[in-house]
């Protein structure tokens, strides 16, 4: 039995006593182990038809015990629901996990990956207006493979994408590095972008209490901390 449904036992014992009646004996002849709202509601009734008239129960303290027998069974519902929301949620859990492979997530980093429909996709995030805005797609040997210019840019996020990527790069499926620049006023200087990369792997962590995405190039990460998905 739960810390929550002994106390909540003991509250229900407590008042039994105050209406003169032995929980002992009760559970062995009902052959139960706990008393339920409808079992007190007749034992109730029972003393109340069976009180001394010449020293009636109080109305305060009738009303005490009504009020004490409904903290305790609203105790016990709150637990059983705490816990039903728990199964739940890590239901839910699994189900996102499962859901979730085979997608790309948005993180933050320059290592970048040609995804199934022969892209490159991603994002930056400017704090404040670009003059003027570009992109360098280099390999592993830092040789540049493409060059965009995105122009003058408003604060916030702005999209790019590489997607007339030739076939002799595709074929290799190679790492490639992103490098954003942006002039916000004191010249062109470095961003890091956001890029998607690919989910290999997701699982419902218990130290974590999280979805865990293993993510291509990028290892663990929560997904409630990923800011997009696509698939």
Do not use: C
């Not at 004996?25 to 182990?33: A, C, L, P, R």
């Not at 009180?51 to 009303?63: K, L, R, Y």
């Not at 990956?113 to 670009?130: K, T, V």
Request: charged share 20%; no cysteine; glycine share 8%.
């Amino acid at each position: 039995m739960s810390t929550i449904n002994t106390a909540s036992q003991n509250q229900l014992d407590t008042i039994l006593k105050k209406l003169g009646v032995d929980n002992e004996k009760t559970e062995k002849s009902n052959g139960k182990d706990t008393l339920g709202q409808k079992d007190f509601l007749t034992l109730m009734t029972t003393q109340l038809q069976n009180q001394d008239p010449f020293a009636p129960m109080e109305n305060a303290e009738f009303i005490a015990q009504m009020a004490q027998f409904s903290t305790v069974t609203g105790i016990t519902e709150i637990s059983e629901t705490l816990k039903s929301m728990t199964d739940q949620m890590g239901q839910f859990r699994i189900a996102t996990a499962a859901n979730l492979l085979g997608s790309s997530v948005l993180v933050p980093g320059n290592t970048a990956r040609i995804d199934s429909d022969g892209e490159i996709h991603g994002l930056l995030d400017l704090p404040s207006a670009s003059a003027n805005t570009n992109l360098l797609f280099l390999d592993e040997a830092g040789e540049i493979l493409h060059s965009q210019e995105l122009g003058s840019q408003p604060a916030g996020l702005v999209g790019f994408a590489w997607k007339d990527i030739p076939d002799e790069i595709k074929q290799k499926h190679p790492k490639i590095r992103v490098d954003a620049f942006a002039d916000m006023g004191g010249g062109m200087e470095s961003l890091t972008p956001s890029v998607f990369a690919d989910v290999m792997a997701a699982a419902v962590s218990t130290t974590e209490n999280a979805v865990m995405l293993d993510v291509e190039d990028y290892g663990q990460v929560r997904a409630d901390q990923v800011m997009k998905f696509r698939k």
